[in-house]
């Protein structure tokens, strides 16, 4: 079982509009409603390929709700701490005619101290359920950088794989604890190592630094250059064919999800690395944030190519 953990979980409302204009009214032509966060946006795919998933983090009052009620259909078990605050609105406006999207994002509720506790100890519960535990996105008001550090920690102790993707402060401090697994992009290797990782060839021996203090994969993405990962059995390259891209939020959770299912199935780092390679792809062609279809995967894996560079 796969468990994912979104500690700042929200409703997607992804708008439609045919040229976006600052100050006016804007009419939407149309619009969808998802329930939201990083965390979730690596379950969704994650049950799609095939995977099972309980999502748990926080959630709060009717938004809170309904975010639990829209993930019963896709087939995800909701294990969610309960607060009486609302659960925020994260909102992507699609713009066809230009082909940008613009994203607001709500700060959420705050989260005392006990609340906090009060779920570590639900947490506890969880881990002993599952096989890989994936940490995804920002912390609510109220948290700070030593939260994902502590459930890194209890994961590891447990004897238990876990993903850490996450930023800033809150990735700085996690990977002080020895997540199996963080997915950096370019500015947060280079926060992480004072690199400028202006090459290739820097950015994997600033993430091979990384992968020595303890992070046993350390996946970094290149955006439509594809990927790569160090790990103990070398560094492999991902290269993907050109996309027409769709909607690309939620392509980083897919490939969580990937790496998450690999993972779980114990599978070579090159054959991991493809298949979230292929979701991530694949996710990239769907309006839905956080989903994508079996057969598109399918087709792009044979595209896919991953080599070798080290090891």
């Known amino acids: 079982m796969i468990l994912t953990v979104t500690l700042n979980a929200a409703i997607d409302k992804r708008y439609v509009v045919d040229g976006f204009l600052e100050g006016e009214v804007n009419r939407v032509a149309k619009c969808s409603y998802t329930p939201g966060g990083k965390g979730l946006n690596v379950s969704k795919p994650a049950v799609i ?141 280079r926060m992480l190592t004072g690199k400028s990782c202006d090459t290739l060839e820097d950015m994997v021996e600033a993430a091979k630094k990384i992968h020595s203090q303890g992070v046993e994969i350390v996946a970094v993405s290149l955006g439509g250059e594809g990927s790569f990962v160090v790990s103990e059995s070398g560094v492999y390259r991902a290269r993907v064919p050109k996309l027409h891209a769709v909607n690309t939020v939620g392509c980083g959770d897919s490939m969580i999800a990937g790496f998450a299912l690999g993972l779980s199935e114990n599978l070579p780092i090159d054959e991991i690395l493809k298949k979230a390679s292929g979701i991530s792809a694949a996710s990239a062609l769907r309006e839905e944030t956080g989903y994508f279809r079996m057969e598109d995967m399918e087709k792009l894996l044979p595209e896919i190519e991953i080599t070798r560079i080290e090891g």
């Open 49 to 189: 390929a095939g995977g099972e998933v309980v999502a748990t983090g926080f959630v709060g009052g009717h938004a809170g709700q309904y975010i639990e009620d829209a993930l019963k259909p896709l087939g995800i078990t909701s294990a969610f701490y309960h607060l009486d605050s609302e659960s925020r609105s994260c909102i992507n406006i699609w713009d066809g005619k230009k082909e940008i999207q613009t994203e607001f994002l709500e700060p959420g509720f705050e989260v005392k101290q006990e609340e906090f506790e009060g779920f570590l100890q639900l947490f506890q519960t969880l881990i002993e359920k599952a096989d890989v535990i994936a940490i995804s996105g920002s912390v609510p008001k109220g948290l700070d950088g030593t939260a994902y550090q502590k459930m890194v920690k209890m994961v590891k102790d447990a004897g238990k794989k876990v993903i850490l993707d996450t930023s800033g402060n809150l990735l700085k401090m996690g990977i002080e604890a020895c997540p199996t697994m963080i997915k950096p992009n370019l500015d947060e290797i």
